[in-house]
DNA sequence: GCCAACGTTGGC
DNA sequence: GCCAACGTTGGC
């Protein structure tokens, strides 16, 4: 399989790329996706090697803000699996997982954040799920030609 | 903080 | 299986 290309969302207040950064080896899992869509993404589609769009939801200045790479494909999420959690689900159980999450891995924080609005005005990317309007989903696939677009941008950075 | 858009739940 | 009610998301 190729690999493939993706942007994770999360509220900066919750889990932001900095919180990433501060992981040994810069690692950590990716938990509490609760939506069906995504979740077959992360269960069947996310794979070791694929890269990924880190974005902060939710703040002052919405975008992207790291380049990470999928450290380990898809596996049960074992936060459903605890009560203390805020992401706890009785119905799923560690013989019938309901939801599941990926490793990911900081290869780089951008020096500045490419925001929602940059990515509106950039040409190539008005059919990405984020820059459309009510577009909720937290899990997205990008495109190989959307990936190249961002990637030019984010090398232009100083 | 507001509120429109969205996804999920549950009664019927 | 429909759909109203509800809770959540996320830009502004």
Redesign the pocket.
């Known amino acids: 399989m190729a690999k493939r290309y993706w942007l994770f969302?999360s509220?900066p207040t919750t889990y932001s790329v900095d919180d990433l950064a501060k992981e040994p080896d810069q690692t950590d899992y990716w938990d509490g996706v609760?939506?069906?869509?995504a979740r077959n993404m992360l269960r069947d589609d996310i794979k070791k090697g694929d890269e990924v769009l880190f974005y902060h939801?939710?703040?002052?200045v919405?975008g992207i803000v790291g380049i990470c790479s999928v450290a380990r494909s898809g596996y049960p999420d074992t936060a459903a699996f605890d009560p203390d959690s805020k992401y706890f689900d009785p119905k799923s159980s560690p013989d019938n997982p309901r939801w599941y999450m990926v490793d990911v891995k900081l290869k780089k924080k951008l020096p500045e954040i490419i925001s929602?609005?940059d990515l509106k005005a950039m040409p190539g990317l008005e059919n990405m799920a984020?820059t459309r309007?009510?577009?909720?989903?937290?899990i997205q696939p990008v495109t190989q030609e959307e990936w190249k677009v961002i990637m030019t941008r984010s090398k232009g950075m100083k």
């Not at 609760?34 to 869509?37: A, L, V």
């Open positions: 969302k509220e609760r939506n069906y869509q939801s939710r703040t002052k919405p929602l609005t984020v309007k009510g577009s909720r989903l937290s």
